[in-house]
């Protein structure tokens, strides 16, 4: 459950869930007209997430982001045409205030963490969407745009300001709050958009923000345009960047029907996924279901099977998946990932999206949508602050998408042989075979913008070109391990022993260790500004928080509002 | 003072002075034997840098490094010839069991933090010597390294082992003390030597380490030699080493004489360089006096003036100017840098350390020491958790290198034109102009190895190159704001007021969040091993640290060797 509660005791527990569609927003209003949709933020006051603040100002909390996360999703799979997406306020002389600062302030540490991760996911899914999926978002700020409002402009491809002698673009999070503009902000001042520094350091110590042509000039904003004319430079720009989307101009979209999930003690179920937590050893145990069937054999047959398409069906459970442990169960500080079916059937999976997804074909828009789905899914798995392990095993499919899980865990143990007595649910398998697919080699990328196995062998060009050699075929034990692709081989005799000790070992340390360990360790090689975002940025916010400027009883997140000043610690540390 | 005491109140304030030399060190014995230099650790486990604990097994404090730092800066300087340095262990059966856990546990977070930054440029500053100076670091592990002891061999070009059969390299940090190797180790491991995530993160959490041939295949050693061979086997390396050394084979080096410092009440005066402290503003006002005179003409000038060479002197002085700061005045939250001089003087040093520092001639090696001295010491500033403000005025020299520390800044703010009426100190000097010397454009790049001219203009190079055509001109504000060098240009009507108010205001923000927006708009675009360690590694380290499992009073620091066990809060944040 979700730690919403202060450091000072006062706690609220609920269950955050994912799930919502157009109809149940609350906050957000998605419409379409032809090749151009309106995300307006019209935030309800008085619907926060959870008690004890309103959302004023067009202000957000997790039940806003929830609702964007949602459109954002939609409208890549449901809405195919739609080829320029605009982000503005559908209220009056206000775009939004950012994130809710007494949310913020009631919050615990954990909680403040995690959302600044799901509305940093969200952000640079709209960025994904721009470059890769011929969706291209567009800001209309038509009022000031504070914090995480300046931030939600950040993330898209362009940003028109209404110049009106009052509508400002601010970050005002250092001054008022002594936190960071904690959604990619600082990051995307300084690497999208070429703000210098010194101006950047301007803008995010001045409370009061940044309006009209000096706007423009530091490069803050893209286009300013006076009342009047604003919402005709909007349309304009919108169907001129629609004009330019390699999105068909007449499909049909595929819906996106309510994920079943069914929670029960211990135990989370999904279509193709299963939890099961065993809160003692503090380990969450995710068993990925393969196929049972062959694909489609083409994009009529995708197109029919819809959101059960079975690549489709376990991105969509794995994202829910990965979000319900980080926000409801804090304390699985493990993830152990085991998969169960056939390799030759994940394989055709994999081989029939490569052929498709990356072909200049308006037609194969669902196809490239599933991948990067896969994609972004698998990078939300990276980022997470959890000890990753993956087991394989006989009956297992680790194969080509599902390979990546061995690839991105911490540590990977494969049996070496098979299983010499029966077991419980032993079906006599056959020895565990591992098997790699193009997918392995480019279009699932970490968010450093490498693939998992370039990250894996730094510097060793020929170590994945011995790899990519057996690109197809079925990998035993020794042959993974001489590969580099698994960590341990255990036979038998010792498998029991040594996952037990290595799962009882991870629970004894500190979690906070392991999570800095952790997001050091995985992002070797180049940076991108999204591993900026979730390295050094989140880091750095992560730190503050923590401290007592901030955060403490007399900080400057719990005293906001109430006309008192906070004393601060000066020591520069 | 230096808060070296713990949360608990437990305080201890000493000021931390950074001179030393090889005749008083305590804990290193440098040696030199032609074109190899070994550096041997002995710490005396009765002489700690403030009371407290005891330096067993070779473990390392403040003060063990503060004689590292110097031995390496001394190489480089007063042993020309030096090719290859060893770096290895006095003792027997023990290379280092790195820092001091007692330390770190009595330690309040200020200094745990500068401790390890200033531990970092040093091992930073033994790969800059091995991959530009000519000085190649290896290291000789003939015991135990664990911890900072692997980490100091980490920063070595090529890691030699001892295969004894208990000879291990461990970083049992995590699993021992519930916090990160936090000197670059986790970084250097992926980054630097290609080891393999899931490697890494078994080799870190396993506190007894690894050793013999696993090592080996791991990449975490280069190379294997039993206890027989050992000493050949290094001998053997360094030699081969220093013979591809492009060090001259007979040279004369300079002394580094003992730097004049006096520190009185709220001031300290160098002899190129003062410090006024404003205590109540949280602001330290430095003053760096241009030359005098003009450079020598020629090399046997330069080393005849050795250490009073003007550039040299500067770095020295700017260099002890900095880590006084940063240690002994944590609250001067503020750091306004003025000059004073002639920008023609400035920019004649600029040329003879430009005409000599690239070429290869062995000849050159001393101009090449203090343009790579120059170069460290702005990176020292860049990676300051201080706020930079750069004031120009009238009578100041910010040209070539010294208009890096305008760049540097994080405001510059530069008056158009001059006083109107008299003042105190006035002299009549013409206009503040700045001047481009071609040290702004390559020798001295920040630790993300760009220039901060590419830093300030990045996806930009038109910029860049409009302000290399002026190259040699005198820009006055105007043309200075026009090309995007300065920040602000208030005349003498709004100078005074502007600059106080921007101090005033900034010294009312929280340090904590101006240090982490400093460091996150400072580096912008690409990412180095430094740029990771300085930026991902130590900001997770500093929230680690900041962290009740690791600083509580029941953390893992404080209650190691008491035999008590940690009880973690096993949340996942």
Known sequence: MADTGTASGHQTSILVNFATSPAEYKHWRLDIDGRVARLSLDVQEDQPFVPGYELKLNSYDLG?????????????????????????????????????????????????????????????????????????????????????????????????????????????????????????????????????HDHADFLCTTSEGIRGSRAVEWRLVDQLSPHSTFDQAVSDKAAETAEKSDRPSSAQGIELTPLERRIDGDQVRYQNLKIDLDRELGVAYILVEGPTEAPPSDLTGIHAAGDKFWPLALARQLDDAILHLRLNESEAGTWVFRTRGDNSLVAAYDDILLEHAFIDDPSCWLVREITLYLKRTLKRLDVSSRSLVTLIEPGSCFTGTLLELALAADRCYMLDGNYEDGREDDQSFPDATVRLTGMNFGPLPMVNGITRLEGRFLGQPSAIEAIRAKTGADLDAQAALGLGLVTFIPDDIDWEDEVRLALEERASFSPDALTGMEASLRFGGPETMESKIFGRLSAWQNWIFQRPNASGEQGALQLYGTGAKTQFDKGRV
Do not use: W
């Not at 914090?147 to 970050?171: F, K, M, P």
């Open 64 to 196: 806003v982001d929830i609702e964007l996360y949602d459109a954002v999703q939609r409208l890549r799979f449901e809405h195919p045409k739609v080829g320029a997406v605009v982000v503005t306020s559908a209220k009056e002389r206000v775009f939004c205030a950012g994130a809710n600062i007494k949310m913020l302030g009631q919050s615990g540490h954990g909680f403040k963490v995690n959302f600044c991760k799901f509305t940093n996911e969200t952000r640079n899914s709209m960025e994904d969407a721009s470059a890769h999926s011929g969706q291209t978002y567009i800001c209309a700020i038509n009022g000031p745009a504070a914090g995480g409002g300046y931030e939600l402009a950040l993330a898209c491809d362009h940003i028109l300001l209404i110049d009106d002698g009052s509508s400002t673009v601010s970050l005002p999070e250092l001054p008022l709050l002594a936190v960071l503009p904690g959604t990619g902000g600082l990051t995307r001042l300084v690497d999208k958009r070429g703000v210098r």
